[in-house]
């Protein structure tokens, strides 16, 4: 389902050559898409960790708390941070881009994963972590930043075996009934529409005409919930899984808080790994965070940016249309910028 301001993006991915994964991966030789999302091997060498030996190191690091992994050679294999279940690996080199929202490209070797449970010191000693380790070393499935980019202006849809859309260029909500801008309230289960049990027993019924749409956190919800299995609860109160709003989320979500909500403006970057949830207050009408976005790290203009389901833009952006999806520009989400969370 196209954008309905991006109607011309449909006919471009459809003179591509069709793939799979909305992300399209093309190799080195090839010329990226001039208009589709896409996410393109960067190759250049880059040195990839040695295969899970009795060679490998962790050290310990501090700010926040965390385990990282080395071979041999000292390339870092692994990141876990002690609370939190999202581990970066290091694998090929990607480089992430939307064309039509930025000139800016994102080129990272991190990949997302989540392990079993949350990490601990010492938890390299467990009998679940080496045979997890080795497996998400040699992982080709998509990972965080892969399954993200699937809901991306322009995305091909895909559906499971029910027929039920699970990936596809994803909207963030209808127009209001005044016509000023698009309605909130779209979660994961409204961009499928379909029912939802949640893991308290409670249950949730999506909206006809938020169908396709997920609002910031809702994108979130899909992203780390649905499709990473990450555990979801349908309250903005404290529990196991992510709440349904972004200043839920930032109070009371899982994992590790990695900067607190000041009320003011963070610059707080370098607490921040790829993956990792940032949080703004971008209304102003109140003292509540009331956007969410994911952390993709340093861009290729060397700034930090991440990607959110925005209204301007319709939906899932690492783009600059309606404001810079930038932490430290200046602009109306650098301003705004101001807690983070490690899930």
């Excluded at 389902?1 to 991006?6: A, E, K, V």
């Excluded at 050679?73 to 080199?93: L, Q």
């Excluded at 070797?109 to 949350?118: E, G």
């Amino acid at each position: 389902m196209s954008r309905t301001t991006t109607a011309v993006r449909a006919g471009v991915l459809v003179a591509a050559i069709g793939v799979a994964v909305a992300a399209f991966v093309h190799f080195d030789e090839e010329p990226p898409p001039s208009s589709a999302v896409s996410a393109v091997p960067s190759g250049g060498g880059a040195v990839l960790p040695e295969a899970v030996n009795d060679s490998y190191t962790f050290e310990r690091l501090d700010n926040p708390p965390r385990t990282v992994v080395r071979d041999a050679r000292s390339v870092v294999a692994a990141t876990m941070t002690d609370g939190a279940r999202t581990v970066v690996v290091t694998g090929p080199s990607r480089t992430f881009r939307e064309p039509k929202a930025t000139t800016a490209v994102v080129t990272t070797n991190a990949w997302v994963r989540l392990a079993p449970q949350a990490w601990q010191a010492g938890g390299e000693s467990a009998d679940w972590f080496r045979p997890w380790l080795a497996n998400a070393l040699r992982d080709e499935s998509p990972d965080v930043f892969a399954v993200a980019m699937e809901y991306l202006d322009g995305a091909t849809d895909r559906k499971d075996a029910k027929g039920i859309r699970f990936s596809g260029d994803a909207a963030f909500g209808p127009v209001a009934p005044t016509g000023d801008g698009r309605l909130e309230r779209s979660d994961f289960y409204d961009y499928l529409g379909v029912a939802w049990t949640f893991g308290d027993g409670t249950q949730a019924e999506p909206d006809s005409e938020h169908y396709g749409s997920v609002d910031c956190s809702g994108f979130v919800r899909l992203v780390y919930g649905y499709r990473m299995n990450y555990p979801l609860r349908n309250t903005n109160t404290p529990g196991p899984g992510l709440p349904r709003r972004a200043y839920a989320i930032a109070e009371f979500g899982p994992g590790v808080t990695l900067v607190p909500d000041s009320g003011r403006r963070s610059t707080a970057y370098t607490a921040l790994q790829p993956g990792d949830l940032v949080f703004f207050e971008v209304e102003g009408s109140t003292d509540q965070l009331d956007h969410s976005g994911i952390y993709l790290g340093v861009d290729s203009e060397g700034h930090h940016r991440f990607m959110s389901s925005r209204e301007r833009i319709n939906g899932p952006t690492i783009g600059d249309v309606g404001g810079t999806s930038l932490l430290d520009d200046g602009g109306m989400y650098s301003r705004a910028f101001r807690a983070a969370r490690r899930l």
